[in-house]
C-alpha cells in the first residue's frame, strides 16, 4: 500500500542505504512459472493483479507507474518474465530481491528526487553521501501483493468468474477488501456489509445472516468462492480475504435467485507465506481469538494455510451470548506451472440466544432500553439457536496452452440447526399496552454437493479478441426440517415486560415435518469481447433446470414436486475512452422458483418463477494515477409473477404481482492523499410494490414500499497514517427511515452511528487497535424481520473492542 515518508533527512539516506543492500544482496531468482492472466490495463493495476495471481509481493514507487499502460499478458510465465513483459518500453526495470519478493524501478539512475530506484552499490553509496544534509520530498511506495492491502480493489472473482477487472464488467460490483475489515474490527457478515450502498439488513430469525439488495430480499444468495451456501447461519471472517457483492440479477453465472442481487465470500487460500495471530476483547465481556498461518516453501510443489478463531461473548441484550469455534485447513498441489490442485476445508460451531428483537407500539418499535428482551425468563436453556456447518471443497485447474485452461471445482457441505425460541409475534393489544409471546422451534439437517466444469478458452476473429467462459454446474442439495408450535406462552408489558419460564420441550409441538430435494442441472456461457481498446461486450447466456421435490411425513399430507427450465440472459456494452474511464450500460435477467428455498405445497406448486429483470446504466472511473476509484449507476429492477392471494379464493396464491426499485448508487474507495484510505457509498432507492392483491395489517400492499430498505443510505469510513507508528480512522453510518412490515404501519427511524479507530505499532511485527462503535450512545434499530410489525432488533449502545494482533 503506498506509504508516505516524511520530509526529513534520515530518509533519503535510508534509502540509498536501502537501496545498496538490495542491489549486493540481489540475485537471480529462477521461480516456478505460473498461470498469469492480465488484460491491457494501467501498469499499477496489472502489478497488483499479478501480485494476487503469483503470490508474490512486488514493490515500487507510485510515481513511475503514472500515466503508465500495461499490455495484456496471459499464459503461464515466470513472475520476472511477466513483469518484464509489463513494463517493456517504460524505461522500468524489474529485479528479484528474493524467491518471493520483485522490485520494479527506474532503469540505469541513483534514487533521486526521494525516489527509492535501483543502481550499482557505488552509486546507492555516493547517494546516501550526498543525502547528509539534504531534506527528502514525499515519496510513496506501493506494495502489491498476494491480499488487498488497499481499500480500492481492482478486479473481481465474482462478475464473471475470470478475476476481470473491475472497470470491465457492466454492472455493479461492490468489494470489501480485508484491510477495510480489519480497519474497522469487524467479525460478521452484518459488519462488512454497512460499507455497501443499497443493502438493508434482516435480522434473519436470530439465527442467520440475510439481506436485501435494491429492495429485494436475498435469504439464499449468500455464496462462498462462486458455489452456493444458503444454509441458514451467521458467518464468520477468520477465514474470508474479501467480501463481493454483486448488484442487479446474476442467474447467468450463479443460477436461481439473485433477484436484486448477491453476495460472494473469497476465501483465503494458500500459496504465500502468512503468520498472524490477534487477540481481541471488549465490551460485554466478549473475547475473540484468530489465526492465519500458512507456508509456501520456495522450490516446493507444496503450500498450505490454515485459520480459525474462537468467541466467548455476552451482548448489550438481555441473557444474549455467544459461542462460536471456527477452523479452516487448506492445502495446494502445484507440480508444475500448469496444473493446480487445492483442497480447502471448512467448520463451524455457533451457539447463541435466538433473538427476535422487541415488539412495536403505535406504529414505532416500542421505547424500551436496547437491551429488553421479549422471550422467555431462561432464554439461555430454551430460547437457543445452535448451528454446526462443515464443507470441503476440491479444485482442479489445468492450462493446456496460453488460450484454454479447464477448472473443476466440487463442493460438499453438512448443515445442522437446532432451534428454539420464544418471541412477540403474538397480538399486540395496545389498549392494554400487552404483546403475546409464542413459541416455536425448527430443526435443519441440510447435505449438499455442488460441481462446476468450467472452460475458458481465448481466441480471436479477426480483429476482435474473445474470453469464452464455458460451464456445466450440477448439484443436489437434501434439505430436512421439522417445525415445532408451542403455542402462546403468556402476554407481557410492553415497557416492563416479566418474562415467563419456557419449557425446556424443544419449542412445542411438531407441525411440520418434510425432506426436501433440489436438483440443479445448468449449461452456462459467457463470452467478454474486446472490439477494440476503448469497446468491449460483455455476453452471457444460461440455462436451468431446476427440480424440487417435497416428501412430507405428516399424516394426511399430501407430496409434492415441480420441475422448471428457464433462461437467464446478460448482456452489457463498455466504453473506455481511456484507461481511466469506463462507461456502460447493460441488461440481466432472474429467476426465482415459487417456492425459493423452502417447501412446496398446495399454495405454490402450480405458480411458474418470478422473474427480475435489471436495466443499467453507469460509470467506473480510476482517480488519481489508479489509487482511488469511483463508481457511480442508475437502475431500474423488475421483479414479475410475484405470488400473492387470489382475492376470488384467498387460499390460493396467484403470480400477479410486481414489484420495481429505481435507484442511484455512488462510491469512492481508494487512497485520497498520502496516507488517506477511504471508502464511502451512497444509496438512492426508490421501491415500490406496483401490483399486488395482498394485504398486511389492514393495508393493501400494493403501492407500498419494499421492507427494511430505506430510501436513502450514506457510509463514510476513513483512516490515516500518522508517521511510521500511529494510524487513526472513523467512519458514519445513516440509514434512512424504513418499513417493517409488507403493510409499512410500522416505521424504523432514521438513524447516525459514528464509529472511531486508532491503531499504534509496536515494533515491525505488532499492532494494538482500539475499536469505538456508536461514539455518541445512539439508540436505534439496526434491522428487522420484514414480514412482521413486531420483530425489531435494537443497534448496540456505544461499545469498544481491543486488539492485539502479531505477525511472526
Known amino acids: 500500500m503506498p506509504i508516505p515518508q516524511h520530509r526529513r533527512p534520515p530518509h533519503r539516506a535510508r534509502w540509498a542505504a536501502l537501496a545498496a543492500a538490495l542491489c549486493i544482496a540481489a540475485t537471480a531468482v529462477q521461480a ?40 495484456a499478458v496471459r499464459g503461464t510465465l515466470e513472475v520476472r518474465d511477466a513483469l518484464q513483459r509489463l513494463v517493456a518500453g517504460t524505461g522500468l526495470v524489474v529485479r528479484a530481491q528474493d524467491a518471493r519478493t520483485f522490485t520494479v524501478e527506474r532503469g540505469g539512475t541513483a534514487p533521486t528526487g526521494g525516489t527509492p530506484g535501483a543502481a550499482g552499490a557505488a552509486g546507492a553509496a555516493g547517494a546516501a553521501g550526498a543525502a547528509a544534509g539534504a531534506t527528502m520530498s514525499e515519496v510513496r511506495v506501493q506494495a502489491a501483493r498476494g491480499e488487498d492491502t488497499a481499500y480500492n480493489a481492482a478486479s473481481t472473482a465474482s462478475g464473471t468468474k475470470t478475476e476481470a477487472p473491475l472497470r470491465d464488467v457492466p454492472q455493479t460490483i461492490d468489494v470489501v477488501p480485508q484491510q477495510v475489515i480489519r480497519d474497522q474490527g469487524a467479525t460478521s457478515m452484518q459488519d462488512t456489509l454497512r460499507n455497501v450502498a443499497g443493502v438493508g439488513l434482516s435480522h434473519g430469525d436470530g439465527q442467520r445472516d440475510q439481506v436485501s439488495i435494491r429492495g429485494f430480499t436475498s435469504i439464499g444468495d449468500q455464496f462462498v468462492d462462486g458455489f452456493r451456501d444458503d444454509a441458514l447461519y451467521f458467518r464468520d471472517l477468520s477465514n474470508i480475504e474479501r467480501v463481493e457483492v454483486v448488484k442487479g440479477p446474476a442467474a ?83 507440480p508444475d506451472g500448469a496444473t493446480s490442485l487445492m483442497l480447502q476445508a471448512d467448520y463451524l460451531h455457533d451457539k447463541r440466544v435466538t433473538d427476535f428483537g422487541i415488539p412495536a407500539y403505535q406504529g414505532r418499535p416500542v421505547n424500551v432500553p436496547a437491551g429488553t428482551y421479549f422471550g422467555s425468563a431462561n432464554a439461555r436453556d430454551a430460547d437457543t439457536s445452535e448451528s454446526t456447518v462443515s464443507s470441503f471443497t476440491a479444485t482442479f485447474s489445468h492450462r493446456f496452452s496460453d488460450t484454454l485452461r479447464v477448472r473443476n471445482a466440487l463442493r460438499y457441505y453438512h448443515y445442522d440447526l437446532d432451534r428454539q425460541n420464544t418471541l412477540p409475534a403474538g397480538t399486540t393489544n395496545e389498549a392494554a399496552g400487552t404483546v403475546a409471546l409464542t413459541r416455536s422451534g425448527v430443526d435443519r439437517r441440510e447435505r449438499g454437493v455442488f460441481n462446476q466444469t468450467e472452460l475458458i478458452q481465448n481466441l480471436r476473429t479477426g480483429s476482435v479478441a474473445h474470453e469464452v467462459l464455458y460451464g456445466l454446474e450440477l448439484g443436489q442439495q437434501n434439505k430436512d426440517a421439522v417445525s415445532l408450535t408451542g403455542g402462546t406462552l403468556g402476554n407481557v408489558n410492553l415497557w416492563n415486560p416479566v418474562l415467563p419460564v419456557a419449557p425446556l420441550n424443544g419449542g412445542g409441538a411438531v407441525s411440520a415435518s418434510a425432506l426436501n430435494r433440489y436438483l440443479t442441472r445448468a449449461l452456462y456461457v459467457q463470452d467478454q469481447i474486446t472490439l477494440s481498446p476503448e469497446w468491449k461486450v460483455l455476453a452471457g447466456l444460461r440455462y436451468d433446470r431446476f427440480g424440487q421435490e417435497t416428501d412430507n411425513r405428516l399424516a394426511g399430507q399430501s407430496d409434492f414436486e415441480r420441475t422448471d427450465t428457464t433462461w437467464s440472459p446478460r448482456a452489457g456494452l463498455v466504453w473506455q475512452p481511456t484507461a481511466a474511464q469506463s462507461y456502460y450500460v447493460s441488461v440481466s435477467r432472474s429467476y426465482q422458483p415459487s417456492a425459493e428455498m423452502f417447501a412446496l405445497s398446495a399454495t405454490n406448486t402450480a405458480i411458474k418463477p418470478e422473474q427480475t429483470t435489471n436495466y443499467e446504466v453507469g460509470a467506473k472511473l480510476d482517480l488519481l494515477d489508479g489509487r482511488a476509484t469511483a463508481t457511480a449507476s442508475l437502475f431500474q429492477l423488475e421483479r414479475t409473477d410475484i405470488k400473492t392471494t387470489n382475492p376470488a379464493q384467498p387460499t390460493q396464491l396467484i403470480p400477479i404481482g410486481t414489484q420495481r426499485t429505481r435507484g442511484l448508487e455512488l462510491s469512492l474507495a481508494g487512497e485520497l492523499a498520502a496516507g488517506l484510505q477511504a471508502t464511502l457509498s451512497y444509496a438512492l432507492l426508490d421501491t415500490r410494490i406496483t401490483r399486488s392483491t395482498a394485504t398486511d395489517a389492514g393495508q393493501a400492499v400494493q403501492g407500498k414500499r419494499a421492507t427494511i430498505t430505506p430510501r436513502n443510505a450514506f457510509s463514510a469510513w476513513l483512516t490515516q497514517r500518522l508517521g511510521d507508528d500511529w494510524s487513526v480512522g472513523g467512519g458514519i453510518n445513516y440509514v434512512g427511515d424504513r418499513f417493517a412490515n409488507p403493510g409499512n404501519t410500522v416505521t424504523l427511524p432514521s438513524y447516525v452511528v459514528v464509529d472511531a479507530m486508532a491503531q499504534y505499532r509496536i515494533g515491525k511485527a505488532t499492532t494494538l487497535q482500539l475499536n469505538l462503535r456508536n461514539l455518541f450512545d445512539r439508540n436505534y434499530i439496526v434491522s428487522a424481520h420484514g414480514s412482521s410489525p413486531n420483530l425489531n432488533l435494537p443497534g448496540a449502545p456505544r461499545n469498544a473492542m481491543l486488539t492485539l494482533r502479531h505477525s511472526f
Open 32 to 71: 516456478q512459472p505460473v498461470a498469469v492472466d492480465l488484460p491491457a490495463q494501467p501498469l499499477a493495476q496489472s502489478l497488483n493483479a499479478l501480485a494476487r495471481q503469483s503470490g508474490v509481493q512486488i514493490v515500487f514507487v507510485t510515481d513511475i507507474a503514472q500515466g503508465q499502460q500495461a499490455p
Open 252 to 334: 447467468v453465472l450463479y443460477g436461481r435467485g439473485s433477484s436484486g442481487g448477491l453476495v460472494n465470500r473469497v476465501t483465503k487460500k494458500p500459496g504465500t507465506d502468512v503468520s498472524d495471530i490477534a487477540l481481541s476483547v471488549g465490551s460485554w465481556a466478549d473475547k475473540r481469538a484468530e489465526f492465519d498461518v500458512g507456508r509456501a516453501p520456495a522450490g516446493s510443489d507444496w503450500s498450505w494455510r490454515i485459520t480459525g478463531a474462537a468467541e466467548d461473548a455476552n451482548s448489550y441484550r438481555s441473557q444474549q451470548f455467544l459461542e462460536r469455534q471456527a477452523i479452516a485447513p487448506s492445502v495446494l498441489w502445484k
